[in-house]
């Protein structure tokens, strides 16, 4: 079992920043790959950004690329959002996941296991 927790949302205005991070606990932390997903109201989760086990590899969604990076410290057990040129349509609760060792994928079943999610609000 892994235990997630996020933190670092908050309100922002657009074209701002902020960075959001997973912590993790319970089973060793370079077992699992991460990934990064939101939900707006009345809307599906969707996935926003994904690193490997060992953070050699990431990949993000067409509608954050190169405005949001996504990095790990296996040193900390934490995973991180960097977000860059913050618009309105980010405002959403972001979840961290953390799925099998080598999974690359961006489908929400490939994740085993769930943060409870942070509230990012973007005014215009």
């Known amino acids: 079992q892994v235990q997630l927790v996020e933190s670092g949302g908050g309100l922002v205005q657009a074209g701002g920043s902020l960075r959001l991070s997973c912590a993790a606990s319970?089973?060793?932390?370079?077992?699992?790959?991460m990934g990064w997903f939101r939900q707006a109201p009345g809307k599906e989760r969707e996935f926003v950004a994904r690193?490997?086990?060992?953070?050699?590899?990431?990949y993000s969604s067409d509608s954050v690329k190169g405005r949001f990076t996504i990095s790990r410290d296996n040193a900390k057990n934490t995973v991180y959002l960097q977000m860059n040129s913050l618009k309105p349509a980010d405002t959403a609760v972001y979840y961290c996941?953390?799925?099998?060792?080598?999974?690359?994928?961006?489908?929400?079943?490939?994740?085993?296991?769930w943060g409870q999610g942070t509230q990012v609000t973007v005014s215009s």
């Open positions: 690193i490997t086990w060992s953070g050699d590899s990431t």
């Open positions: 319970g089973r060793t932390f370079t077992n699992y790959a």
């Open positions: 996941a953390a799925g099998p060792t080598y999974y690359s994928g961006t489908f929400l079943s490939g994740y085993d296991y």
